[in-house]
């Protein structure tokens, strides 16, 4: 089973419209897995119907029993996220700042302190025309995101063994998220775009996937708009060794099917020609023709 | 005064209007901007200068190999799987260290201690001199992105005026930044992606009480969704940015529209004092 | 030489367990005298680096070889570095099914020298 990874660290240089329309082009023979697992937009591209909704639990949380509690404030002291605070009569933890170490359970004295399960999100599994899709979002403000990553990926591999490809659609920033998006890929694709804030994004990016050994390719989105910027990132590839898998202009097909919430590759453009040309390299490069 | 730039995600101009705000508001006010997206932090690429810098840490395991006795408490303590006990020795996975430091306080013989490993850095500039420029970066292959997020905050002062570039999403990272801000301008796209991350962004605001008004970006596209659900959420619209390659090829080359142009000078001057008022302050 | 199989229930002939850090038992077998040993797994119901902290549970009762589904990163690495070598049973069944296919050499080495 192969699996692809698309990111692009810093977000808005059209990662998921890619994505999908990468996906769309190899209907059929690919699962396609949303890990932006904090703004999951794939799902407005691929429109899948949804088969289950299931909940993720993350890390365990602490829970304070008060009938145990004898208020010594040892927890206090030993919580390094200062997740746990003191009221007139009780003690309590705060489960946004609980990041589920277990050490409070581990120092009271009293046992008033069990670690729980604690729901953080939801994961979705379904189907589009294009084949089967994941994705999974968490509640506002819920941390584990590298959880669910890994989580998602894994129903990704059981979900329809037989079906070759994995795509993913991962998170941005460089973060632990996006290592559990990138972590064990064959490919990962860098997709950018010209500017100066890109580039710099792209060489921490970088420098991160080169660290976890992935093999990688770019495509440069919006190519057109600042020719210097296009040149210096092909400079930048160069230097880096990434081959460019190419390179997408502006163009008006692709926002009206983003609007239209499809693939723009569903229509006949500039941008769908050249990227089904990529697309038909890659499957020749991973042995899929 | 606390007031936080924010997107659902990154790339809708979150940091071109959070530098322009800036800029503007550095003109009447003492300006803090804070970039607290310390994955991808951009808006230092907007001014010169050279910076302090600040060295953040968070501590992780050290084992004295003499006094361990491979009993294994550590790794079966450790909820991260940042330590596991083999035969012969202990292997550690330090990016995966949370730094909770439960590992030194179950160790029985007394084996580990903490030692610094770097998380990040905080640069510290005065572009001008009522601006000042706190920018927040995560060390690749570091997880520790709210560590880094809480150094860049312990620079801010209450009574200045700050800005606060927010990281992208709902995540830990942007609770973190939104937490203790009085104020939030959400900035957005009128395209269903746009729409989709806006609610995610004012679900957050919400969980904190924060007063919240929005900025739509590349505002000639032709869909009123956003519109329409900031009018039924009672979300004032506070200006709106025309996609224009003018614009675009400053930003790809790290000029300042409103230091160039007086008309979005003034324009960006007008959004700060709207913001200011509807915190209730001047 | 110590084989380990996660599974659902206590005895081989319960089924593998698809998920190896959340697998309720593992269970072990010596493969000299056929002695089986039944491990619950303490970090079933944990969310955290159960898999790590699996495999060194795994050390610790001098496991040497692994018969699991797939197994993912931070569990991966840890089982490279105690050197247990992982054969992949995909299909569902039971322990002792997965025991006899294991014995014809018809599982993939999936981590360890071939
Ligand atoms: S350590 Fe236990 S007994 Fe002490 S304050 Fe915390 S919960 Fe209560
Ligand atoms: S589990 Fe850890 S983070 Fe949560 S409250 Fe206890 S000590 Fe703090
Ligand atoms: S400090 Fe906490 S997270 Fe880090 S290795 Fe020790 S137990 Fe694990
Ligand atoms: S708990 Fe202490 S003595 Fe035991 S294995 Fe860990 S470091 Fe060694």
Redesign the pocket.
Known sequence: MIQIAVVSGKGGTGKTVITGAIGSLLSGRVVMADCDVDAANLALIIQPDIDTTEPFFGMD??RIDTSLCNLCET?IE????D??TRHEDYVQ?DPL?????????YVCPSHA?T?VPHTCGEIRTGHSRYGPFIDGSLFPGNGNSGLMVHDIRKRAREIAPDIPLILVDGPPGIGCPLISAVTGCDIVILVTEPGSSGRHDLGRLVTVCRSLRSRMMMIINKADLVPKGTLALQESAKEWDIPILCEIPLDPGITEATRNCEPFTRKKSQATVILKKAVDHLKQDLDLT | MQIAIASGKGGTGKTTVAVNLALALSTSHEVTLADCDVEEPNCHLFFSGHPDEEIVTNPVPEIDTDACTLCGTCGSFCRYGALIVLTDRVLQYPQLCHS?GGCEIVCPTGAISMRPEKAGVVHISKPKPSLSLISGTLEEGSIHTTTVIKAVRRHLLRENLVLLDAPPGSSCAAMETLKDCDFCLMVTEPTPFGLHDLTLIHEVTEIFNIPTAVVINRSDEKNNDVDMYCTAHNLPVLMRIPFDRTIALMQGSGEIISGQDPVWRERFVRLGLQCLALTGAR | MQIAIPASGQTINDPVDTRFGRAPYVIIVNQESGATTTLSNPYAAESGGVGPRLVQLLVQNQVTQLIAPRIGGNAENALVAAGIEVFLFEGSGSVSSALEQFKAGKLVLMIGKQ
């Open positions: 949380r602490a927890c030993s919580c390094r996220f997740a746990i933890v700042q609980c990041e589920g170490c277990g050490v409070c359970e302190i670690m | 909770c």
